[in-house]
């Protein structure tokens, strides 16, 4: 039986409209202004259940004692890994101790006898990494949850991009983040173990890694995006290292990356790598390649919408941290029910 709106049954009751025997097949659908949102972790179960595909997870690791059990928990809890390689990047804490004593099968441990750098710690993780997908995890990471991981290996997984980036809203507080150079700069990214490998990364070292690989997969035509993680972050380096250390590495993580990826590398990734909140604008600027002032026109487009999107995530930040504050403070005052 036909589902008749109310208004149409009122008013042919009224006899002002006659209602037809058969409603017109367009009727049938109702329009849908919105999708709705996927649930990646379904989604992407079935997916890997009809493609049986493996995937690693390769965390490199210098100095990080305090805080890389958290990371392990959650990694090595997730479904979906079928080995998780841990590279110890020469560490001179108790890192190498804490990874050996977590209990975990699929937990595979790479000693380098000095400290290489992130870029060289990678690449010796991926000459062992047998997974079809490679995810790659930072070792200090805060607030790491399964469901972004879902969406991160899904849409890798369908095809639908090349590679995704983890984009830590916390960093957005950062003055890279700021600059829109965090959600770009992510270390947390899934891709395909073959594609990495075909990639020259040859000169490049520690901070660079990221902004490297963002510009040989763009340059090879291939799809980037970015997928954002509400309240996930990264340990600060004034945190970790302390003020003068931290502001040092600070420094030299900038300079690094600029090296890298110059202004105009830069501007390429801002408009070319698919941010999360406005990811439709980026489907639209690819169907206007060959319309070169369309296509302008679209990416000036994109940096306005880009710092609007950043602004919002770093208001929504602040509000929900000072939420979170407040709920603390009036539960000291209050104090047990």
């Known amino acids: 039986m036909e589902k008749i709106p109310l208004l149409k049954r009122l008013l042919a009751r009224l006899k002002l409209i006659k209602l037809p025997k058969k409603l017109p097949r367009p009727l049938k659908r109702p329009l849908v202004l ?21 995937i690693t997870a390769l965390i490199p690791a210098y100095n990080e004692e305090p805080r890389i059990k958290r990371v392990l928990e959650t990694v090595c809890s997730y479904p979906y890994f079928t080995e998780v390689i841990v590279v110890n990047d020469g560490s001179t804490d108790n890192t190498k101790a804490v990874v050996e004593s977590f209990g975990c099968e699929k937990l595979k441990l790479i000693n380098l006898p000095k400290n290489m750098g992130k870029t060289d ?13 490679v995810v790659m995890i930072d070792a200090d990471l805060v607030n790491l949850h399964h469901s972004y991981l879902d969406k991160l290996i899904y849409l890798v997984a369908s095809r639908e991009y090349d590679m995704t980036i983890l984009d830590r809203s916390g960093d957005r507080l950062s003055p890279f983040g700021l600059a829109g150079i965090a959600r770009l700069m ?30 040989e997969y763009l340059k090879r035509g291939k799809k980037v995006r970015t997928v954002l993680a509400p309240d996930l972050t990264g340990e600060w380096q004034l945190f970790k290292w302390g003020i003068a250390t931290g502001v040092k590495r600070y420094l030299k993580e900038f300079w690094e990356v600029y090296k890298a990826t110059g202004v105009r590398n830069y501007y ?12 439709e604008l980026y489907t639209l600027m690819d169907k206007t390649r060959k319309n070169k002032v369309a296509r302008e ?18 208001g929504y930040l602040i509000l929900h941290h000072t939420k979170k504050r407040v709920r603390k403070s009036i539960q000291k005052i209050s104090g047990p029910e």
């Open 268 to 279: 390429v990734q801002l408009t070319e790598v698919a941010d999360d909140p406005i990811a």
């Open 121 to 133: 710690a990678v690449l010796a993780g991926m000459k062992q990494a047998r997974g079809d997908i």
């Open 186 to 215: 992510g270390g947390e990214r899934a891709f395909w173990r073959k594609d990495f490998l075909k990639l020259n990364l040859k000169g490049i070292k520690n901070y660079s890694l990221e902004g490297a690989m963002n510009m």
């Open 297 to 314: 026109l679209l990416r000036l487009g994109i940096l306005a919408a880009t710092t609007v999107a950043s602004l919002g995530v770093i």
């Open 34 to 54: 919105r999708q709705k949102p996927k649930n990646y972790s379904l989604e992407l179960k079935k997916l890997l259940k009809q493609k049986k595909l493996k």
